[in-house]
């Protein structure tokens, strides 16, 4: 299939255009590069061996997505563009929706307009708010705490309107966990730009040197060792989960909504002991007070994603850390160092 990308040069949009090529699919990536370096191009190439078309634009503009679908003909959307941060979101409540929602809306009004009706969605098991229980199914209520978690609600919602009103749209709505690590060649990974909020690439930097210690969010939880636990997912298996969507939509008009997680929770000194291990060097560390907003425990039931689409996540945590370390060690100062 020929395939749009959009947020195609961020984290998870690099690393699943390259499962696409990989798959067959023919791919362009579309990206403002708000959040990106344009010399994951370079990498992707040096992976594939074969360079993917990176159009610079933004899913905002309805004029340069109509010239874009009426020049390209594409069969499908796998739509990542939006804006990530929890923290900057409840401070921007209007650039995220204007990003996210909006974005989002144009988009899918130029898919309408060129006939291209299959379309996957990157949602985030933010949308579970603070669960009653775990592991999370997708049919447990959904709440948003952030604009940000709300703007992953309202598109969802829009998502099932849109095939409420019109079957013949293939859409895929994917609620990601935490996805971690980086591809094994150490060519591509996680580059945030500023201080990351998020723990795997904040233990990166720490390992690296670039951040004297790790500041651990709480531990008075209610959890074995008191630290938060959450559902990391190695991101190449949940790249590898798109491609699996993308199967399943073409055999099969409607709406997917599945959880991409590995059913597994670890805890935060579960990660700090096994990137030490991965790193062979110790993970400096001080505990801190709760980070408002946080849960104690949040892990997938990933039974839908298995029966539904085959989907099974390989890498375990150990593996998560050591190619994320790869990744680090090879591009302390991430793309653009
Ligand atoms: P990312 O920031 O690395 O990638 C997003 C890309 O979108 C960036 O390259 C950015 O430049 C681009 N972009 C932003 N606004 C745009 C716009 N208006 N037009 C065009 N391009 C735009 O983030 P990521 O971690 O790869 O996340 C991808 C998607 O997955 C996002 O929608 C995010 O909300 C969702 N998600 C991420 C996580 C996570 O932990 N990383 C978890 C759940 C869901
Ligand atoms: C965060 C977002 C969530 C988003 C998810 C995926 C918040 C409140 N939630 O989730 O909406 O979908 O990222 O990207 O930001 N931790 C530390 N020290 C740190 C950073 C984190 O101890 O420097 C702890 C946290 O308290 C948590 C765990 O590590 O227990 C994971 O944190 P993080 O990587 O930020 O992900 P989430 O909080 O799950």
């Known amino acids: 299939m020929k395939l749009l990308v959009t947020g195609g040069t961020g984290y998870i949009g690099s690393h699943t255009a390259v499962l696409l090529m990989q798959a067959g699919h023919e791919v362009v990536l579309w990206d403002n590069l708000s959040n990106s370096s344009a010399r994951v191009v370079d990498r992707m190439a040096m992976i594939l061996r074969e360079r993917p078309l990176l159009v610079i634009g ?55 307009a060129a006939g291209v009706r299959l379309f996957v969605f990157s949602s985030s098991a933010t949308v579970y708010g603070d669960p009653a229980s775990v592991p999370i199914r997708e049919d447990f209520p959904r709440a948003a705490t952030n604009p940000y978690g709300r703007s992953k609600i309202i598109v969802e ?78 991101v190449v298996d949940l790249a590898a989960g798109h491609v699996q969507a993308l199967d399943y939509l073409v055999g099969k008009a409607g709406l997917l909504t599945v959880n991409l997680g590995t059913g597994r929770g670890y805890s935060v000194r579960d990660l700090i002991a096994s990137f030490a291990r991965a790193a062979g060097r110790p993970i400096p560390y001080v505990i801190e007070p709760r980070r408002p907003g946080d849960i104690a425990t949040c892990y997938a039931d990933a039974q839908a994603a298995q029966r539904l689409l085959g989907f099974r996540a390989l890498r375990d945590l150990d593996r998560m850390c050591a190619d994320a370390w790869r990744w680090q060690q090879q591009n302390p100062h991430g793309y653009d160092g």
Not at 67 to 86: E, S, T, Y
Not at 160 to 186: C, K, M, Q
């Open 58 to 112: 933004d899913v905002r503009d309805r004029a340069a997505l109509d010239a874009l679908f009426a020049h390209q003909g594409f069969d499908a959307v796998i739509h990542f563009a939006g804006l990530k941060a929890v923290g900057e979101s409840v401070e921007r409540p209007l650039l995220y929706y204007e990003h996210n929602v909006q974005g989002t809306l144009t988009l899918l009004q130029a898919m309408a």
């Open 157 to 234: 919602d829009i998502l099932a309107d849109l095939i409420t009103a019109d079957p013949t749209w293939r859409i895929a709505r994917l609620r990601y966990f935490n996805p971690v690590g980086a591809h094994e060649s150490g060519l591509i990974g996680e580059d945030p730009r500023g201080t990351p909020s998020n723990l795997m690439p904040y233990i990166c930097q720490v390992a690296v040197g670039r951040r004297p210690q790790l500041r651990v969010f709480g531990d008075d939880y209610e959890t074995p060792d008191g630290t938060g636990v959450r559902d990391y997912i190695h």
